[in-house]
């Protein structure tokens, strides 16, 4: 069943406790986590604001961004400026812990489950958190690393080094011009190995990994399980949203459930089966 065409039609508002939640985690032995942005805002990951302000003042004062993302899409006049913005962008955002133990909280409630975790954050919560490596699926990149902007070679490139050394260094929103980042193979620039368009690399982990996650989905598509959705938007609500509420219409043992602050709803097919809470994520997980 896809539920692509008749989203807005079909969808209802679902009433759902953190009672009800807290017996289905008990009682349920599968589940498998779908977490958006809204998961990392809640752990205080935020993109505006104070958190904005205090990262990128020089930048807000020189071009007048509102946000992070807006800098992101920025045509800045040179690369040395472009990767003074970016390089702080992605230390702050992969390289710093999280202000909120809202991934803790999560994961010391599914650690002993059965559990995998298909996201498509890029700031690596899960692994700092505990969560292990093989049951994670960052289906759309990771601010950790590079690859070649054409690109040249389907490989990435880990930045750690190289990012923590252009946010440390640079002077007047420009790094020195010999840290920009290049490819080793063809020396073409690099940038950041997310999912924006179909130069996209999907390297050899990164199928390793969606592999995992379909033979988790395959070995448990009969089974009794949780599909716990958290944060999840409408910019990309294929990969995790639709995706959920079909294989939960498919499984009559499945449970849907979704936690959002301001958007949590679940289509009319699946609504008896569904428990949805709009509320802030980090406070019901610390409830439950």
């Not at 302000?53 to 899409?73: L, Q, T, V």
């Not at 252009?166 to 620039?189: F, H, L, N, S, Y």
């Not at 079909?246 to 301001?262: D, F, Q, R, V, W």
Request: charged content about 25%; some cysteine.
């Amino acid at each position: 069943m896809s539920f692509g065409r008749m989203t807005m039609k079909s969808t209802r508002t679902c009433l759902g406790t953190i009672e009800q939640l807290r017996e289905q985690i008990e009682n349920t032995d599968v589940i498998v986590i779908g977490a958006g942005a809204g998961l990392s805002a809640s752990a205080g990951f935020t993109y505006n604001g104070e958190r904005f302000h205090k990262y990128f003042g020089d930048f807000i004062e020189k071009y007048h961004f509102r946000n992070m993302y807006e800098g992101g899409f920025h045509p800045f006049d040179s690369p040395e400026e472009y990767w003074a913005y970016w390089s702080r962008y992605i230390y702050i955002n992969r390289y710093m812990d999280a202000p909120k133990p809202v991934y803790e909280h999560l994961f010391r409630l599914v650690k002993d489950k059965d559990y995998f975790v298909l996201t498509t954050n890029v700031d690596h919560c899960f692994q700092k958190a505990g969560f292990a490596k093989e049951r994670l699926f960052y289906m759309q990149g990771d601010y950790g690393l590079f690859q070649c902007q054409t690109p040249c070679r389907p490989y990435t490139y880990e930045n750690e080094a190289q990012v923590k050394r252009m946010a440390e260094e640079q002077k007047d929103m420009r790094i020195p011009t010999e840290q920009i980042p290049k490819c080793p193979v063809c020396g073409k620039p690099m940038t950041m190995n997310l999912r924006a368009d179909s130069s996209f690399v999907q390297d050899e982990g990164w199928k390793v990994h969606a592999g995992y996650y379909e033979k988790f989905l395959n070995t448990h598509k009969k089974s009794k399980i949780l599909f716990l959705e958290l944060g999840v938007g409408y910019n990309t609500p294929g990969i995790v949203k639709f995706s959920f509420w079909s294989m939960t219409a498919e499984n009559p043992k499945a449970t849907y459930a979704c936690i959002n602050l301001g958007d949590a709803r679940a289509p009319r097919e699946i609504r008896e089966r569904s428990i949805c809470i709009d509320a802030d994520i980090g406070k019901v997980l610390e409830q439950l």
